[in-house]
């Protein structure tokens, strides 16, 4: 269910970068509400509101970015800041324990369960199955790719800054005489 959060990080940047921290109830919240879910609702029905939601709706969503944004600055919590010193603290774990081979092991099945399911999808042959069996295929290739991503991203960096240039020149207004 990443898909969800690419969509949320289009709309409202700031919102996904608290979803990838330790503000993430308080993303899923402001989410949920301008999507007009319940106080209960849980990162799966948000998840869900999001992948059915109607361009009103995500406007709804970037409104809710704004004010959130309004209310971090209040309170003098600079999410970006956050996220980096997240990053900084696991691997500054990683070097105080000395625990070298933990994570790349755990890289190493990640990236190995991905390349496998891609793979088997290559090679299995697909007709004959009904949609749901379908859909639970592309579900855990979509997964195991987004774990891979996180691997790739972790030692060799995001591509935070990639998206920022990208969203930037999306935004721009080109010059007609050029």
């Known amino acids: 269910m990443a898909g969800w959060k ?13 979803l990838g921290g330790p503000l993430a109830g ?31 709706q995500l406007v709804a969503v970037k409104r809710a970015e704004m004010d959130f944004t309004a209310t971090m600055k209040e309170l003098d919590v600079d999410l970006a800041r956050i996220a980096v010193a997240d990053r900084q603290s696991a ?39 009904d949609a749901a069996q379908i859909a639970l295929i592309g579900g855990v290739v979509g997964y195991a790719s987004a774990k891979a991503d996180t691997v790739i991203a972790y030692y060799f960096g995001s591509s935070k800054g990639s998206d920022d240039a990208s969203r930037l020149l999306y935004k721009s207004t080109p010059n007609p005489g050029d």
């Open 91 to 129: 691997r500054r774990r990683e070097s105080a324990t000395g625990d070298s081979w933990t994570p790349r092991l755990l890289a190493a099945v990640a990236l190995g369960a991905f390349v496998a399911c891609v793979w088997m999808v290559f090679q299995a042959r697909l007709t004959g199955m």
């Open 26 to 56: 308080l993303g899923v919240a402001a989410i949920g509400k301008a999507l007009g879910l319940g106080d209960g609702a849980g990162e799966e029905d948000v998840a869900q509101a999001v992948l059915r939601a109607t361009p009103e």
């Open 6 to 18: 690419d969509i949320v990080g289009t709309v409202a940047p700031a919102l996904a970068t608290a």
